[in-house]
């Protein structure tokens, strides 16, 4: 099992910045690669940021390169993803997930663990 909290969202105007965190407790040792994904009312989950939990290598989804940077501490056991130039489109809940599969990133299912989910709002 492996326990996953997020802190850090919030609301901030469009051009703001906002960091998230990820807090991982229990099985992390078995840590394949962690991602971010978010959804949005009626809409489905969306890959965010993905990060290979050894190698420290990194992937994002088209909208939010060189605006987003997801990174790892292995030692503390925590994921985050600062967050800059923030649109109103990226307003959704954020969710951190683990992964011990080799699999695709990007694809929800591929992943294990969820933590509760942070709402971030992006206002015009």
């Known amino acids: 099992q492996v326990q996953l909290v997020e802190s850090g969202g919030g609301l901030v105007q469009a051009g703001g910045s906002l960091s998230l965190s990820c807090a991982a407790s229990?099985?992390?040792?078995?840590?394949?690669?962690m991602g971010w994904f978010r959804q949005s009312p009626g809409k489905e989950r969306e890959f965010v940021a993905a990060?290979?939990?050894?190698?420290?290598?990194?992937r994002y989804t088209d909208s939010v390169k060189g605006r987003f940077t997801i990174s790892r501490d292995n030692t503390k056991n925590t994921l985050s993803l600062q967050m800059s130039n923030l649109k109103p489109e990226d307003t959704a809940v954020y969710y951190c997930a683990q992964s011990a599969k080799r699999g695709n990133y990007y694809v929800p299912d591929e992943y294990d663990y969820w933590g509760q989910g942070t709402q971030v709002t992006v206002s015009s």
């Open positions: 229990g099985r992390t040792f078995s840590t394949y690669f």
């Open positions: 990060i290979y939990w050894m190698s420290g290598n990194t």
